[in-house]
């Protein structure tokens, strides 16, 4: 006989995760409902799927807070710059480098 506390503990960890996912995949667009189903699944295996699939390629931006890509230079919300490229050709460089690895313009 399976005990009923067990069944109680595991209605309450999937019940939690799967409100925990709707409400994140909410804000961040995505299919909430959807997602809220796939967490009924199972613990934590759906959860950790979840974070997987909706963190890849992703990022907040630091001004205004929204998800944006990480391949963007900058927020299309707020127009925060991100990434700082080169003014000759816009490579995506990073503090420090003299030259831009691209174009070979010098940087400022």
């Not at 950790?48 to 205004?64: E, H, M, N």
């Amino acid at each position: 006989m399976i005990n009923p506390l067990l069944i109680v503990l595991i209605v309450v960890l999937l019940t939690g995760q799967a409100t925990w996912i709707y409400i994140d995949a909410r804000k961040r667009g995505e299919n909430a409902i959807l997602w809220a189903i796939f967490g009924l699944l199972n613990v934590p295996s759906s959860l950790v799927i979840y974070l997987i699939i909706t963190r890849i390629g992703k990022r907040k931006c630091p001004s205004c807070s929204k998800i944006i890509e990480k391949k963007f230079n900058s927020c299309p919300f707020c127009n925060h710059k991100l990434n700082k490229t080169c003014a000759n050709c816009s490579y995506k460089i990073e503090e420090g480098w003299p030259y831009c690895p691209n174009c070979s313009s010098e940087l400022k």
